[in-house]
């Protein structure tokens, strides 16, 4: 039954993502943006933490469990080590990976003009 709630939770994401992009203007890179955010957000009051328990490893592989990775480990730190341990957070295991994504995203966004 995991295995069933895995696939049906990462193909929901999925689809959700296909009628966003199928109904609206808006691109691939604004809303996987919007999922990591909507991940981070679930994950702020806990909520992603039990989809994880009810779902299984199929939380852990769609966009949304990015978001999820950066504000745990964020907020695991800011526990033990307050303000300053929200940026240490970000750097903590896999979120190191996304964080420095995001962050050479940003600075390449600064830097260079996009082509028409």
């Known amino acids: 039954m995991t295995y069933l709630n895995s696939f ?3 193909g929901f ?3 959700i993502g296909q009628i966003i992009l199928d109904n609206t203007k808006l691109t691939a890179g604004h809303i996987t943006s919007m999922f990591v955010v909507i991940g981070a957000l679930l994950d702020t009051f806990s909520i992603y933490d039990e989809i994880i328990k009810y779902v299984g490893g199929g939380a852990l592989v769609p966009i949304t469990s990015f978001g999820h990775s950066l ?3 964020a907020l695991s730190k800011a526990n033990d080590f307050g303000v300053i341990g929200l940026i240490m957070g970000m750097f903590d295991l896999t979120a190191a990976g996304i964080t420095s994504a995001i962050i050479f995203t940003f600075v390449f966004t600064l830097t260079f003009n996009p082509k028409d």
């Open 8 to 10: 049906l939770f990462a």
């Open 13 to 15: 994401v999925c689809l």
């Open 71 to 73: 504000i745990h480990g």
